[in-house]
């Protein structure tokens, strides 16, 4: 059980991290224009030599930034709820809580494939048939990884779960 527990922690350590990473940096997108490269994130877009905030409010940035902004949040608590588990911490013995950690990793999950699939739906359509020379950049991935990462935590929490609630028979014949 701890060790599902264990690689549950581990991967949605490393999905939180992704998922700031991602949230924060401005390589989801890279173009070329006017023989100069740019980029741009979910918050700024880039020209050779300066950074400047997006000031248009268009929706479906603002959806791409609320969903990952929920990602964050659900894999952080899970992984609060996941260390008390963990420690078996005594509070909150109402509900079990290594089931509450991997449902807030499979809405962490959802959360984040709903912003890649919003984001990744806009710009194909949007980029694709307007220019030629854009893709897809560091950022944007990091972001597909935590996706997995997340999808993973919550495979490891329930398994951890499932081991805890049904306990092998050792008198079995």
Not at 34 to 43: E, K, P
Not at 88 to 111: E, M, N, P, Q, Y
Not at 155 to 162: N, V
Request: hydrophobic share 45%.
């Amino acid at each position: 059980m701890y060790s599902f527990m264990g690689g549950g922690l581990f991967c949605a350590g490393v999905g939180n991290i992704l998922l700031m990473v991602s949230t924060a940096t401005d390589y989801w997108m890279q173009y070329r224009h006017a023989n100069n490269y740019m980029h741009q994130g979910l918050w700024r877009y880039c020209v050779p030599g300066k950074c400047m905030t997006h000031t248009d409010s268009i929706a479906y940035w603002d959806a791409t930034r609320a969903f990952m902004i929920l990602s964050l949040l659900a894999c952080f608590i899970g992984i609060v709820i996941g260390v008390m588990a963990f420690i078996r911490h005594s509070s909150f013995d109402g509900f079990d809580k290594t089931f509450a950690a991997g449902i807030l990793f499979f809405v962490s999950c959802f959360f984040v494939l709903l912003a890649m699939a919003v984001y990744t739906g806009v710009t194909v359509n949007f980029y694709g048939k307007r220019y030629g020379n854009w893709r897809f950049s560091w950022s944007y991935i990091t972001g597909w990884v935590a996706v997995v990462l997340t999808f993973f935590s919550g495979i490891f929490y329930m398994c951890a779960y499932r081991m805890h609630e049904c306990p092998r028979n050792t008198n079995s014949r």
